[in-house]
C-alpha cells in the first residue's frame, strides 16, 4: 500500500474500508487536514465547476493517532474557508459515526462535535460496515445531535452489502428511530416496494454518493 498509482484499486468494499484506516494514519497536523479539504475542493472547482459540497469525515479514524476533535474540525475549516475565498466554493462538514465502534464511542463523539461547534458542520452521519452496527444501537447518539440542532444522516442500505447485511428495516430505523433528514446509498431499500413508495411519496432524500473528505489526502501526502 506505497504506491499511489495503485492504493485505490481496492478489491470490495472492506479492503476500502482497510485503506481508510491507512489514510487516517497520513493526518496528523491541522494543515494536514486543511490542505485535504482545500484540495478536494479546488479539484472539484478546476475539474467541474463545483461550487457546493459536503464532506464526511470520521474522527475515529484518527483518534487512535493521537489527533484531537478540534484539531480536524479546525483543519478542514481552513481549508473550506481558503477555498471559499479563492473559488467561491462553499464547502460543509458532516463527521461519522463508525458503527463499527459500537453505540458509547458513537455518543462520545457526538459529544467531541458538540464541545467544539462550527458553523460549517452542519449536521452528523454514519458509516462504515452497517451489519457490524444496526441503525438501532445508535438511537441515543442521534437524539443528542438532534436535540443540539444537527441535521441528521446515515449510510443505509448499501448495494456492496447483501439483503441480510443492510436490509430494508434499516432505512425506516433511520427515519422513524434516528430521525434522520437523509438516507446515504439506499440501494437495498428497493427490495421492499412499501417503503420506496412511502420514501417517494414523503420526498425522503437519498444521497447516492456522499463525499469521504479523506479521499484525496493520499495524494496530497505523496505530493511532500
Known sequence: MTDPDTFYAFTDFYDFLAR???IGRCMITRDDFARVSYEALTDGYRKGNLRYAEFFFSPNYHYPHGVRYET??????DGLRQAKEEFGITGRLIPAINRE???????????????????EVIGIGMDCAE???PPELFKNAYALARSAGLRCTAH?????????????RNVETCLDVLGCDRIDHGYNMLADPVLTCRCKDAGCRLQSAPIPVCHS?????QKR
Open 20 to 22: 481508510l484506516e491507512v
Open 217 to 221: 489526502v493520499w495524494k496530497s501526502a
Open 72 to 77: 480536524m474540525v479546525d483543519g478542514f475549516v
Open 131 to 133: 451489519f457490524k452496527g
Open 156 to 168: 443505509a442500505c448499501e448495494d456492496n452489502q447483501t439483503l441480510a447485511q443492510a436490509p430494508p
Open 101 to 119: 465502534l459500537g453505540p458509547e464511542v458513537a455518543i462520545a463523539m457526538v459529544r467531541d462535535v458538540l464541545a467544539h461547534r462550527r458553523e
